[in-house]
């Protein structure tokens, strides 16, 4: 069902195929962690002895490159990395065509970052290998959604999710991603936005003709005690054509443990890299889940990676 396929979109994907995916990565997440406390060396597997991953981040990550990395480590694969466009030959002008044309001879998989929305659609045009979009611009992220959504099934609530993103819902690929694959699960979705950031109209409008049920507001506290859980996210700076616009809205949306009082029960989830849209003092409550969460890339991504690859 997966072996030599791409992943560019969550449009891309049937409920089964999500299901299968979070599954495997159930299997897998004994081998996720490092060393248990006393052990002398931590749970390894072999399943990716044997094969490659070039991972070619052409925009800043932390999370999503390191996760991949690490995920085909803890399974006996083996990385090559550019991790950013002053590194490679795309300084020199280079373009991505001639890029992946190459380095899919060199490797067996690829995970592509990319500034420009359907590069890794075009990418995989030119791939002798997989490519996985790792995100492109303000388009999608898919591998990101599965984390997400292997979160709230941990929590119990995959089938009966209440959720409002929160944020930059136009600039944001995480929420354009995670949004089209909750309308497989029948999730109710609210929109929390500043009135320029709003989901695209496309995407709603994809969204209700899936059947998705959907509010959209400016404020958060009309919703909260209506959720079971708060997507946060980052207004997307570097996405704003005018720096001014930003400068407006930054700062729109602050969760703090005095807006938990309103729903104790709610959980705080958060692709990262955080700015000051979660007050530091939430960590240590029972709601945030937003570390755990970056945890999960590394089960999710070794599934994707073992399935791709056929193992
Ligand atoms: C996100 C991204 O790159 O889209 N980060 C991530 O991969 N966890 C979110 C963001 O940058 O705001």
């Known amino acids: 069902m997966f072996t030599k396929r791409h992943i560019i979109s969550t449009r891309d994907f049937t409920k089964e195929e999500i299901d299968l995916i ?20 931590g749970k390894k597997s072999d399943l990716l002895e044997g094969t ?18 690490v995920a085909m480590k803890r399974l006996g694969g083996e990385v090559i990395n550019v991790s950013s466009p ?28 990319h500034p420009k929305e359907g590069a890794s659609r075009m990418a995989a045009s030119f791939s002798t290998v997989p490519i996985i979009n790792a995100g492109d611009g ?19 609530l995959l089938d009966s999710l209440s959720i409002a993103l929160v944020g930059d819902l136009k600039y944001g690929r995480t929420v354009h991603s995670l949004a089209y694959a909750l309308s497989f699960y029948r999730a ?31 404020d958060i506290t009309e919703i909260i005690e209506d959720v079971n859980v708060l997507y946060v996210t980052r207004i997307q700076k570097e996405r704003f054509p005018d720096p001014t616009e930003y400068n ?29 849209e979660i007050d530091p003092d939430v ?13 999960y890339g590394i089960p999710v991504r070794m599934a994707v990676l073992s399935l791709l690859l056929g193992r």
């Open 22 to 41: 979070l599954t495997r990565a159930e299997e897998l997440e004994i081998f996720a962690r490092g060393l248990e406390p006393g052990a002398k060396a």
């Open 248 to 276: 407006k809205v930054v700062g729109t949306y602050r969760i703090t443990t005095d807006l938990l009082k309103k729903n104790e029960e709610v959980i705080i989830m958060h692709p990262l890299p955080r700015m000051d």
């Open 138 to 156: 303000a388009g999608q992220h898919p591998t990101q959604t599965l984390l997400d959504l292997y979160t709230i099934k941990k929590e119990h």
């Open 188 to 218: 109710k979705l609210f929109f929390v936005s500043p009135e320029v950031l709003k989901m695209p109209e496309e995407i709603k409008m994809d969204l209700r003709a899936a059947g998705a049920e959907i509010s959209e507001t400016t």
């Open 52 to 69: 490659l991953l070039a991972n070619l981040f052409y925009e800043p990550s932390t999370r999503t490159r390191l996760s991949f990395e």
């Open 86 to 113: 002053e590194a490679s030959s795309a300084a020199k002008g280079e373009n991505l065509m001639d890029t992946i044309t190459v380095v899919s001879e060199y490797c067996d998989i690829i995970a592509l970052r």
């Open 283 to 295: 960590d240590r409550t029972k709601n945030a889940r937003y570390f755990r969460q970056a945890f």
